[in-house]
Structures are given as structure tokens and as C-alpha cells.
């Protein structure tokens, strides 16, 4: 008897692929200390002050854990253009807890993407407006540009 090929959409590779790195991601922050990282822009403690490491005020919500972050970044990716509307909530959620994410143009771009799939255009040009705002040498400009149709400005120069 031959073996029995067995064909598994693509879909649902992506989903158990996401899936798999999701619990991954999970498993490394539930084992990693809970010890927050020290701000990247956090100089020498002054005279006297206590090591920012050790106060409960160093915790910085805005600054990710690599693996919640990524988790919530590698899922929206894989769904954006087949389940907008479920991206997009992942997105805002991720926006909502990492405001200041290394990634955080990627976020906004991604949610540009999926408010076009759900066909609000007027919503992802207002976006676009922000980004090019918030975000004047990204990356994803060119693409935040051919998804909305709308330009950075220029940048004011001497005269």
C-alpha cells in the first residue's frame, strides 16, 4: 500500500507556525528574571540615589518584553491581510502597552494595512498623517506612501 500524501493549507501553516512561536515566546518570559532591564537612555544614578534597578519606579511599561512584543507582532503579521479586524486589535492592544517600541512604525504601518482591508481608507490616511509626523526617516514611509496615497512633507531648509 502507498503512503497517503496529505496536503495542509498554507493558512493553517501560518496559524500553527504563529501558534508555535507564540508559546515559545511565552515560555522564554515566564523562565526569563524579573529583573526589568535599565532604560537604554538611563544614566548614573546621582549622589545618593538609589540604583534605578532596584526601585519600583524603574519598571517601564512602555518598554517591551522582546517576547510578549514579538508574539503580538509576529501574529498580527501573519493575519493582516486575511483577518484584519483581528490584526487590528492586536495591534492597538500592543500600541497600548509598548507606546515607544523599537517597532512601534512597523505597528502603525501594519494598522494602516488592516484599516485598508476593512476599507477605511479616511482612518489609515489620517494614520498616515501621524506617521510621516511621528516617524520622519522610517523605513516603511515608501509603503505607508503606496498604501494611502499621502506624502511626508518636506522638510524645511534654509532659504
Known amino acids: 500500500m502507498a503512503p497517503r500524501r496529505v496536503v495542509i493549507p498554507a493558512s493553517l501553516c501560518a496559524a500553527l507556525l504563529a501558534l508555535l512561536i507564540t508559546a515559545v515566546c511565552v515560555s522564554r518570559c515566564a523562565h526569563a528574571p524579573s529583573r526589568p532591564a535599565a532604560a537604554p537612555d538611563a544614566g548614573p544614578p546621582a549622589d545618593g540615589a538609589k540604583d534605578a534597578s532596584t526601585t519600583a519606579d524603574a519598571v517601564r511599561p512602555d518598554l517591551a518584553p522582546?517576547?510578549?512584543?514579538?508574539a503580538l507582532m509576529t501574529r498580527a503579521r501573519l493575519i493582516v491581510d486575511t483577518r484584519p479586524g483581528e490584526a487590528l486589535a492586536l495591534l492597538r492592544r500592543a500600541g497600548s502597552?509598548?507606546?515607544r517600541s523599537r517597532v512601534a512604525d512597523e505597528r502603525v504601518w501594519l494598522e494602516m494595512k488592516a484599516l485598508v482591508h476593512l476599507g477605511r481608507i479616511a482612518a489609515a490616511r489620517d494614520h498616515?498623517?501621524?506617521?510621516?509626523?511621528?516617524f520622519p526617516g522610517s523605513r516603511y514611509g515608501p509603503r505607508v506612501h503606496r498604501l494611502t496615497g499621502v506624502h511626508p512633507r518636506p522638510r524645511p531648509g534654509p532659504r
Open 128 to 134: 498616515a498623517t501621524d506617521f510621516f509626523r511621528r
Open 66 to 70: 522582546a517576547g510578549a512584543e514579538a
Open 97 to 99: 502597552r509598548y507606546p
